[in-house]
Structures are given as C-alpha cells and as structure tokens.
C-alpha cells in the first residue's frame, strides 16, 4: 500500500515525512538544501521523498511540497525571498516527473496550517489564522472550513502587512511590515533599539558588550533570569505581535490564532503579555468571543505533515 510523502523545503534544511493514514509519523529525514541549483534540489527532494518511503517500507503513493515563497497553482515556486536557487524553479513538474505520482506544491505556511487544522492545535474548528514567527512572519489561513490559497496561490503573507508607513525599511521593498517589529528578526530589532539607548544592561552584557551584536536569544535568556530591560523589550514586542493579530482578526474573524515557527519555543516568556495586549483592540471587543491565542502543536513537522495531507488530498480528487 502506498503512503504520503511531505516535503518542508527550507532555505537550509528540508524535512522529508512519511505519513500514515491517520496522519501519523511513520518515517523522517533531514538533508542539507543543495545550493547548486534547481535541478539538484529536485533530485535531493525526489530522493528524501524515495527514502522515508522506503523507510516506511511503502511506496510512494503521493507527494506535498511546502516552498517557501509564492507558489502558483502549477506549483511552480514563483518567489523565493530565503532560496535564490529556488525562484522559478516547477518544484511540482519536476517532482512528478522524477516519481511518477501526483504532487501538491504549497506555501510551507500554507502547509502547516493545513497540518495544525487538521491534526494539532486548530483542530475542530472551521476559522483558523496560523502566524509563523521566524526570522519573518509567515501566514496560513482557514476560512469556513476551507484552506485558503488566494486567487493565484499567494494568500496569506501577512508579514508584510504595513503597521507603520515611515517604520523601518523592508527587503520587499516597503517600510514598517508587521515583521520588522514582531517576527525573530524584529525582536533582535527592537533589542537593539533599546540597548542602543542604554535601556537593556543586562542584555548587551550577553551580547558581549556590544549593543549591536543583540539577538532575540540575548533577549529571552536575559529574561529568563528576569532581567527587567530584557522584560521591557518582550513586552513592547507582545505589543506588535498583538496589533497584527487584533488587524486579522477583525478582517477573518476567527475562532482561534496558533502561533507557530521558531520563536513559539519560546512563547512562556511572552503569550501572556500578548494576550493582555490583544484584548480590548478587536473592534467591538467588549461585545464579542475571546479568541483564543495558542501556541502550535506539531511544531517543526507541521509544515512537512500538512504538505503530506494536502498530497493525499490531490491524489483523492
Ligand atoms: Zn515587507
């Protein structure tokens, strides 16, 4: 009997998963992302996907890609900001081609979404926002008990959702992007504004002593000894965290907001804070349900699994 196969393509690493019926791990591995170029990613990926397969002691009988970037409907990965060898790359095409089934190519938030919905912390409800906090901020919707891809596959980027016009400048070209201020390189962002103007002692002592050397990881070890300038920054940044998830949630209204992506192995030092500062800036928010905000549940496999369900679905329809 043949078994899904999901792919999380990342900029450094890719995942590849073996899933069972009832979306089960049943095999896993890890390769390096090939940085010569598109036709040896392919091969990497055809050959992780061959391997946990094989694992799993199945072949393949469907594959689910998550890229991170603009995937078109022909899974083609149109943009790839953290992938140069990737941009323009027909992942999907090319994958069948080397394996002989169906492929399914999606944004990798889009995947993890899907995977959290499906079987992790969105579970049983039809509206669901995934935020992914990485170095940026990535986006997975579900809206009435549908996965949302957009009219060409580009739904979801909400890291790029403008929060102040004269903020600091973007790599896409804008200025002031909700993950300027809220994502892993927005904390590490913040730090530094703060330590650069002597608010955070005890951070840039773990930096070295040097201001412009903070991280986000100088910040939340910092706060973990309950240093109170390393308190301050989290705060302010729970603060920009909450005022993009107040601005989704007006637009989607949704039943629940999973937090995922690197930084959520954190989020003991900052959800609560988070949630005090969300509540009270929905519009109306005297008058409607508490949404809850969670942190995600499938955690580095998420995209990988959501990949292998939606495969699974593609072979079905
Ligand atoms: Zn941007």
């Not at 192995?265 to 005297?286: K, N, P, Q, Y």
Request: aromatic letters at 4%.
């Amino acid at each position: 009997m043949g078994v899904a196969i999901g792919l999380d393509l990342g900029g450094t690493k890719c995942l590849g998963l073996a899933v069972g019926e009832d979306g089960e791990v049943l095999a896993e591995r890890k390769v390096p992302t090939p940085t010569e170029g598109g036709a040896a990613l392919l091969d990497a990926l055809a050959t992780v996907a061959a391997e946990v397969a094989e694992a799993a002691e199945a072949e393949p009988a469907s594959v689910g890609v998550g890229a991170p970037g603009l995937v078109d409907a022909a899974g083609v990965l149109q943009a790839a900001p953290n992938l140069a060898q990737g941009a323009g790359l027909p992942i999907g095409a090319g994958l069948a081609e080397r394996l002989g089934v169906p492929v399914q190519v999606d944004n990798d938030v889009t995947c993890a979404a899907f995977g959290e919905w499906v079987g992790g912390a969105a579970s049983g409800v039809d509206d669901v926002l995934l935020v992914a906090l990485g170095t940026g901020i990535g986006g997975g919707l579900v809206v009435g008990g549908r996965l949302v891809r957009g009219a060409h596959g580009y739904a979801g980027e909400i890291g790029h959702m403008v929060v102040d016009p004269h903020g600091p400048p973007c790599p896409c070209g804008q200025r002031g992007c909700w993950e300027r201020f809220a994502s892993g390189g927005g904390l590490g962002r913040l730090a530094r504004e703060a330590a650069m103007a002597g608010l955070a002692p005890g951070v840039v002592a773990l930096a070295g002593g040097d201001s412009e050397a903070v991280r986000g990881e100088h910040v939340t070890d910092a706060a973990e000894q309950g240093d109170p300038g390393a308190r301050a920054i989290l705060d302010d940044f729970a603060w920009w965290l909450a005022l993009g998830l107040a601005n989704l949630t007006n637009i989607f209204d949704p039943d629940r907001i999973v937090l995922g992506g690197g930084l959520v192995e954190d989020s003991a030092l900052w959800i609560d804070a988070t949630r005090r500062s969300f509540a009270g800036r929905t519009v109306g928010a005297a008058s409607r349900p508490e949404v809850p905000i969670v942190p995600a549940a499938l955690g580095v496999r998420a995209g990988a699994v959501g990949a292998a369900l939606l495969g699974r679905e593609r072979l079905r329809r």
